[in-house]
Nanobody, 119 residues
Framework: VQLQASGGGLVHPGGSLRLSCAAS????????IGWFRQAPGKEREGVSC????????DYTDSVKGRFNISLDDSKNRVYLQMNSLKPEDTAVYYC?????????????WGQGTLVTVSS
């Protein structure tokens, strides 16, 4: 199983990015998929999660109303649309899966994509 996260980059405050997570060797439709981030010198934190079986989603408070997680079953991809980005959103973002519920001990992790929010 491999997860490939992409879509990171440099964006100005207030801008938007869409991260993508593609899976090979696993079908997202049977699992929950989480997005995490780790900023320099900080611990990894959960950002968002989607449960494929019922479409339920969850967000950490700091991104509610700005980020949106979605699943495209046909492409076996999960997206994280990030709007109104702030400098404090700067981090390496990871996708993970392997659980059927939102959690932290996912079995499979992607390699991460860097998001830098700076003027």
């Amino acid at each position: 199983v491999q997860l490939q996260a992409s879509g990171g980059g440099l964006v100005h405050p207030g801008g938007s990015l869409r991260l993508s997570c593609a899976a090979s060797g696993l079908t997202f439709a049977y699992y929950a998929i989480g997005w995490f981030r780790q900023a320099p010198g900080k611990e990894r934190e959960g950002v968002s999660c989607i449960v494929s079986s019922d479409g339920s989603t969850d967000y950490t408070d700091s991104v509610k109303g700005r980020f949106n997680i979605s699943l495209d079953d046909s492409k076996n991809r999960v997206y994280l649309q990030m709007n109104s980005l702030k400098p404090e959103d700067t981090a390496v973002y990871y996708c993970a899966t392997g659980l059927t519920y939102c959690g932290t001990d996912y079995k499979y992790w992607g390699q991460g994509t860097l998001v830098t929010v700076s003027s």
